[in-house]
């Protein structure tokens, strides 16, 4: 089983720039996590999905971040435009009714 | 490599000693348990979990004890390995009618001395 697959595992931008980051989990889990993790600190969660429907994303910062999970399947984070303060590591997780949480190995985001 | 955390609690423990690793937890109401090991470029692996009506859990060289009273978690890593260096979180789910959020501890730096 390929586990969670996250790409690409290193993005650098110039602030200002769209970018995207790629999620696929693994195969047959219904639930499907973001999160963002800062230097020195836990994951925090920025949207969950359960199938293709968003139930938790209280934690996005919906002025310049979106996602999406068309067919309940992989899944898209997009942040436009970047900043500097989102220089981060964003993981993604997958699960199966809550449990068996799974992380890929996540994005790390530089932005200059 | 990269690294995860450079301002993390830390803890060194002789290659083969045992070590503990704790965390105190934030809400009474949470009913389940994780213990994640994160290497350095690596995303979070999972190593142990427990429920909440649950007081010790044992896995391979590893049990997680639940202290609800305290609300303080702890993870004993027995005959620890060089591979076993790693920054270990403690994560809780909090239960919210269908809408469980986990989250993470601040995390503890283990560094094993051969």
């Known amino acids: 089983e390929a586990g969670v697959v996250q790409s690409p595992r290193y993005k650098i931008i110039e602030k200002k720039q769209p970018v995207a980051f790629w999620c696929n989990p693994i195969?047959?889990?219904?639930?499907l996590y973001w999160y963002r993790q800062n230097l020195g600190q836990g994951p925090e969660l920025l949207i969950r999905?359960?199938?293709?429907?968003?139930?938790?994303d209280s934690q996005l910062p919906k002025d310049r971040f979106s996602a999406e999970r068309l067919k309940g399947v992989d899944s898209t984070l997009k942040i436009q435009p970047a900043e500097l303060g989102d220089s981060a590591v964003y993981l993604c997780a997958s699960s199966l009714q809550g449990f068996g949480y799974t992380f890929g190995s996540g994005t790390r985001l530089t932005v200059v | 490599g990269e690294s995860v955390g450079l301002h993390l609690p830390t803890l060194s423990v002789q290659e083969g000693d045992n070590s503990i690793i704790n965390c105190a937890y934030s809400?009474?109401?949470?009913?389940?348990f994780i213990w994640y090991k994160q290497e350095s470029g690596k995303g979070p692996q999972f190593i142990i979990d427990i429920r909440s009506n649950m007081d010790k859990r044992q896995g391979q060289r590893v049990t997680v004890l639940l202290n609800k009273t305290v609300k303080h978690l702890s993870l004993q890593i027995a005959a620890t390995q060089p591979g076993d260096s790693a920054v270990y979180f403690c994560?809780?789910?909090?239960?919210?009618?269908?809408?469980?959020?986990?989250?993470f501890g601040t995390g503890t730096r283990l560094t094993i001395i051969p």
């Open positions: 195969s047959g889990h219904n639930t």
């Open positions: 809400n009474s109401a949470s009913d389940y």
């Open positions: 994560a809780e789910n909090i239960p919210n009618f269908g809408n469980e959020k986990l989250t």
């Open positions: 999905y359960e199938n293709e429907e968003a139930v938790d």
